[in-house]
């Protein structure tokens, strides 16, 4: 067994996205998410990255911009109202067909909010987060564990298909500590013969762009990136499943509010109702296949949030409607405790299909 190590949620991800390769970070320092900033300001020079705490949110995802057009793994990191902040970069990125990696923290909003977890970014992060037709593939990781995994994960995803990854993590998951192994089996980054590092006169100049002056060319530049997005929702779904095959209760969550609903889906059974869980990983892609079958065989499913109802909407579009999806929630800063979650279970339970 490989040695583990005991850090937070946002050390490790620092450590992995060193480990992925990643020698250039740009950010911005904000809570909950800091620790990634100080730990990449310590740890870069030793290894001869480049750290670089920018003026600003938006000079941060500009510089990621413009590292990753040259061809190198780069990353930001940032909480809810400083991604605000960088969604135009983000859609730059997108817009110009270049890998990234942004990490967010969240933290209770609307506006400044609190600094205290949160899930309400969910609609920004999966519908774009900026302007234009474009996605970001969005990870969420329910353990320190995973915040690594999926680190190492979402810089092979951003540089398989030129497109921008969010680590959509949440502030308790960001600050708590567990044990971490990082025995990873590390990819070496791909050739990027697209990247501008000059040509020595042996090849035409490639240009990074996202301007197109012709109407023609745009629409087809949108048309032919999501072609590519329908490849990865065949390819790149990611969840998991606890308890689900006999499931008549079926709860929907991730990040921090899945680790709680487990233990209430183990409370239910213990109490007779046969409850289970489908906790996506991918949020973007939303992986619809399993809450489809799952609606197949249960009474209903309950989406448990930290925020006012979001991935609720991809819940219910996935099941068309088959059976009721309620809500189960705790808002800025809050986080539901398995006894309201059981509380919600029985009730569900008690009315029936």
Not at 213 to 219: M, V
Not at 246 to 258: E, K, R, S
Not at 304 to 330: F, H, W, Y
């Amino acid at each position: 067994m490989a040695d583990k190590v005991l850090m937070k949620g946002n050390e490790a991800i620092a450590e992995a996205a060193i480990m992925a390769g990643c020698r250039h970070y740009f950010g911005y320092p904000i809570t909950p998410q800091t620790e990634i900033a100080a730990y990449m300001a310590k740890r870069m020079p030793k290894i001869g990255g480049t750290f670089l705490q920018a003026e600003s949110e938006i000079a941060a995802i500009n510089m990621v911009y413009g590292a990753s057009a040259a061809g190198v793994r780069a990353m930001t990191s940032s909480s809810s109202p400083g991604i605000s902040l960088k969604s135009e970069g983000i859609s730059y990125i997108a817009g110009s067909d270049l890998p990234a990696v942004i990490v967010n923290a969240q933290r209770g909003g609307p506006g400044l909010g609190g600094i205290q977890p949160s899930q309400s970014d969910y609609f920004q992060a999966t519908r774009g987060g900026g302007h234009g037709d474009y996605h970001m593939i969005v990870l969420t990781p329910a353990s320190v564990q995973e915040m690594a995994e999926l680190t190492i994960h979402a810089f092979d995803l951003a540089d398989e298909y030129r497109m921008p990854v969010m680590i959509l993590a949440d502030g308790t998951i960001g600050q708590m500590m567990e044990p971490v192994s990082f025995d990873f089996d590390i990819k070496p980054a791909p050739e990027k013969p697209w990247a501008t590092v000059g040509t020595g006169m042996k090849r035409p100049h490639n240009v990074v762009n996202s301007l197109y002056l012709n109407p023609a060319e745009l629409e087809q530049n949108n048309f032919d990136r999501f072609k590519r997005y329908e490849i990865i929702a065949e390819k790149e779904t990611m969840y998991e499943e606890f308890m689900t095959d006999d499931a008549d209760i079926v709860l929907a969550a991730f990040g921090i509010a899945a680790r709680v609903s487990r233990n209430a889906v183990l409370a239910a059974r213990k109490e007779g109702i046969k409850a289970g869980l489908i906790r996506p990983i991918t949020v973007w892609p939303f992986p619809k296949a399993p809450f489809a079958k799952a609606a197949d065989h249960c009474s209903s499913i309950i989406s448990v949030e930290l925020s006012m109802g979001q991935m609720i909407e991809d819940v219910k579009l996935a099941c068309e409607c088959r059976v009721p999806v309620t809500l189960c929630n705790r808002v800025g800063g809050m986080i539901p405790t398995p006894n309201q979650i059981l509380d919600a279970i029985r009730a569900a339970a008690k009315g029936g299909k």
